[in-house]
């Protein structure tokens, strides 16, 4: 019997939402490459009004504390993002060989993303770019 959890992952709906002003952002979403039977990935710059951006900001998931990965109907957020992104790339190329030794382990993913994000924030600093602020602070 199959059901709709059973599908074959290129009828997926795969949506990233990532920091478009960010360069190390945007040179990590250029370099990474999926497996082509994973289907197509939608890029969305978080800075930007989106549909993907109004859902995210509903569910309460915070932009500046990470990109989020959207595979079928289910969102991922932060390091547990970066792991299953990791899983769904190609292992060509020394960026995305270097990417899944680094990350396919979600344990070492999330030890490592917290680094990642202060360098992240860091270099937004620097650039004298503000936050993306997809949720109200108080």
């Known amino acids: 019997m199959n059901d709709s959890r059973d599908q074959g992952a290129s009828n997926r709906k795969l949506r990233l939402v990532y920091d478009g002003e960010c360069p190390m952002c945007r040179r990590y979403v250029r370099w990474q490459r999926i497996r082509r039977e994973v289907g197509e990935l939608e890029l969305i710059d978080a800075r930007q009004e989106s549909e993907a951006r109004r859902e995210l900001t509903a569910r309460g998931i915070d932009l500046d504390e990470g990109f989020a990965l959207q595979i079928g109907e289910r ?62 602070r108080k």
Do not use: D
């Open 75 to 136: 969102w991922y957020h932060g390091s547990e993002a970066l792991h299953r992104l990791t899983l769904l790339g190609t292992r060509s190329g020394a960026f995305n060989r270097t990417m899944y030794r680094l990350f396919a382990s979600q344990e070492r993913t999330a030890r490592l993303y917290p680094l990642l994000r202060a360098c992240r924030n860091g270099l937004l600093r620097v650039l004298g770019k503000g936050r993306i602020g997809n949720l109200v």
